[in-house]
């Protein structure tokens, strides 16, 4: 029935995260109310450590990426776990300095980085600058040269394999707004320019295949992909990059459906095509980095609402109405993700019947689910939406002037508010008179 280690049911039937039993907490903090575990996320961030260190030697870094989940609080765990951190504006950049992350950690992504984001990204001494495209490029080296300072960048490259279908492909051309080509040449070209740039220094190469996969061999392919580009640099300039940076989109368990695997199996099989490649190829083993984002937070965190409306439509489905929806939770209304959801109040119950969770703003498709097995609902419960760590809190909105719910971390027994919820004086702050 759970998607995730942190849950669990008490004595009186209610669900629990990390010990603490969710109905108090719904009452103490108000709903809808966003709960994350904290020692579930750090066990996250320590798989990864450890398959690194165990796989391949500790030569490499996990970088969370914060577009899952970012607030100061949580840059400040991947901080105290050794992780370097993904930013992808200069918002989640800010968040990150202004927590004590230190920029050195930092890879600061993006297809269309402005020349403000990019400098701020120099003033911070970002570590890794991961260049889009030719014109980025050259608006680095313009800058860093002004600034009298040393860009260190990776190239996003399209590796020309979609995980996405079914049984992945690989295709000549990829169609994506991210990255160079390999096929047409337009990689190798541009970083040879950037090799022969005064204040650009060119670290290595980066992919990133999708998000919510569940393969290794994509992964294995990429790897390979990228390391034959290397070795072609190699040849071609006498310049050896160092490093590989493989991304992230490593499937988590969002229903009883989803069966991801383990991480250390992932590191196992990828170091060991790494390995076996840059032998056949007579390069050396780069400095790896992956870039998970999901996996971290997702099934370390839940949403707990409050059930108001029920309208039972004969023959045809019975919706429950809660007090968020699609401001808080997008993913439905996006793209059709599927959750568990569970009566926290009766969770060790039977799930009696099907339902189809509504929020409450003005749209009809301003839903969570659809058809989803529920126990016995009435108005007043606390309904849990499973799995919503990771990209709800970050693509949230105030669609319908709704404030964004408080984001509690539980911790051990004791929990804190690590994002206050907005108040309506919070809606109306940048409103002119
Ligand atoms: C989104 C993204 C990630 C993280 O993806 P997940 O599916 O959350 O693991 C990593 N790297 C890049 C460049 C991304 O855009």
């Known amino acids: 029935m759970f998607v995730s280690d942190c849950l669990n049911i008490n004595e009186k039937g209610h669900l629990t995260i990390g010990g603490k039993d969710t109905v108090e907490l719904a009452k103490q903090y108000g709903t809808p109310l966003y709960v994350m575990d904290e020692q579930q996320i750090r066990e996250n961030c320590r798989a990864y450590v450890r398959s690194i260190d165990r796989c391949y030697d500790g030569k490499g870094m996990v970088a969370f990426a914060s577009k899952a989940f970012c607030c100061r609080a949580m840059c400040r765990i991947a901080n105290e776990e050794k992780l370097g951190l993904d930013v992808v504006s200069e918002g989640e950049l800010y968040t990150a300095v202004s927590s004590g992350f230190p920029a050195s950690r930092l890879v600061f992504h993006g297809n269309n980085k402005t020349v403000s984001e990019l400098r701020y990204a120099l003033e911070c001494g970002v570590g890794r600058i991961v260049v889009d495209n030719p014109d980025e490029l050259v608006r680095l080296q313009k800058l860093a040269e002004e600034m009298d300072v040393t860009a260190e960048i990776l190239f996003r490259i399209k590796p020309g394999i979609d995980a996405h279908t079914h049984s992945f492909i690989r295709t000549g051309q990829i169609d994506s707004k991210f990255g160079l080509a390999l096929e047409t040449g337009e990689a190798l070209q541009v970083v040879k320019q950037a090799i022969g740039m005064r204040s650009i220094h060119v670290r290595g190469v980066h992919c990133h295949i999708g998000s919510q996969i569940f393969d290794i061999q ?27 940076n ?51 937070v997702g099934t370390a965190g839940i949403t707990l609402y409050t059930v108001g409306a029920l309208k039972d439509i004969p023959n045809i ?19 059709q993700s599927e959750y568990e959801v569970l009566v ?13 969770v509504a929020g409450k703003c003005c749209e009809s498709g301003d839903l969570i689910g659809e058809n989803l097995p529920v126990q016995d609902v009435r108005a007043g419960d606390t309904l849990a939406v499973l799995s919503t760590g990771a990209y709800n809190y970050s693509m949230s909105s105030n669609y319908n002037r709704i404030p964004k719910p408080a984001v509690v971390m539980v911790n051990g027994g004791s929990e804190r508010i690590v994002v206050k919820r907005e108040t309506l004086a919070d809606i109306v702050r940048n409103d002119l008179d």
């Open 246 to 296: 493989l991304g992230g989109g490593f499937g988590i368990k969002y229903t009883e459906q989803d069966k991801p695997v383990p991480y250390d199996q992932y590191m196992e099989k990828v170091s060991q095509t790494v390995k076996k490649t840059c032998e056949e190829l007579g390069i050396n083993c780069p400095f790896i980095i992956i870039e998970p984002g999901r996996s971290i």
């Open 218 to 244: 994509p992964f294995e392919l990429a790897s390979e992909v990228m390391l034959r580009f290397i070795a072609q640099v190699k040849a071609e300039t006498g310049a050896e990059l160092s490093e590989l």
């Open 344 to 356: 926290a109040d009766r969770a060790d119950q039977p799930r009696v019947g099907k339902v189809t």
């Open 317 to 335: 489905r019975t919706y429950i109405s809660v007090d968020g929806g699609m401001t808080d939770n997008p993913r439905y209304a996006l793209y």
